[in-house]
């Protein structure tokens, strides 16, 4: 298997309002954006220095006459994306959109786990841009609010080789279980509480240098806060927000 095979390669922002989107990323954390330059295609790039770490696009007809929420997705890198995606079936996922190419840069499926959090499967037909998890304005972690952590678990190491990890005992809210990929935690998962009226989705973490800072930017531009900010394991400080078109992300940092 090839070292991309269960990582996460690339994320991807679908909005109903991509100038205000951009205007708001930039600043929040950080990044550049601009064209992709495909034909027939308007997307945009964030980057980080100069490496690209993000797109984002309009939402598709079809996802708003779903009453589809503005939303993050991440792309996880496999080896073949077909494969992936009758291996993902199998095991009790869904995949939403079957495997097709864009042309020049590789191949995906839009898929669901058992239990509904929604994800892509992707592998590219040259390099990806190799972003360290902790650089600024990288993901520095990924988060699964799951429907059920017991089933969840096994469901993604199958699929992607991820090695549980510590468990962080959370009270109430049940045990927060780390996972690994290649020997390096990237992420947590837990299951989700009752109260929390969403379905189970994945997260993701911006990096940026001071988080009081980021939240005033954020704040400024229309973002809310829904969590946090909170101290975590590790040192680092992170916040649960809300972009102004509803998107849910996070921010993390390793100071105030």
Known sequence: MSDKHGAFVWYELMTTDTKA?????????GWTSVDSG??????????????RVAGLMTMPESA????????????????????AAKKLAKLGGTVHRQPEDIPGVGRFAVVADPHGAVF?????????PDIKQMDPGSIGWHELMAGDLATDLPFYQEMFGWKKDEGIDMGDMGTYQLFAHNGAQIGGMM?????????????FYFNVDALDAAIARSTA??????????EV???????????????????????R
């Open 120 to 128: 892509a499967l992707f592998k590219g037909d040259g390099e990806m």
């Open 221 to 230: 531009k229309g973002g809310k806060v829904v969590n946090g900010p909170m």
């Open 21 to 29: 989107a951009e205007a708001f990323y930039d600043d929040v954390v």
């Open 191 to 203: 299951t989700k509480h009752a109260t929390v009226p969403a379905p189970p989705y994945w997260g």
């Open 38 to 51: 495909m034909p027939d295609a308007n997307y945009t790039l964030f980057k980080t220095n100069d490496l």
């Open 233 to 255: 394991p590790g040192g680092a400080w992170v916040v649960n927000c809300v972009d102004p078109q509803g998107a849910y992300f996070n921010l993390v940092a390793m100071k």
């Open 64 to 83: 708003l006459t779903m009453n589809i929420p503005p939303a993050w997705l991440g792309y996880v890198g496999v080896d073949d994306v077909d494969a």
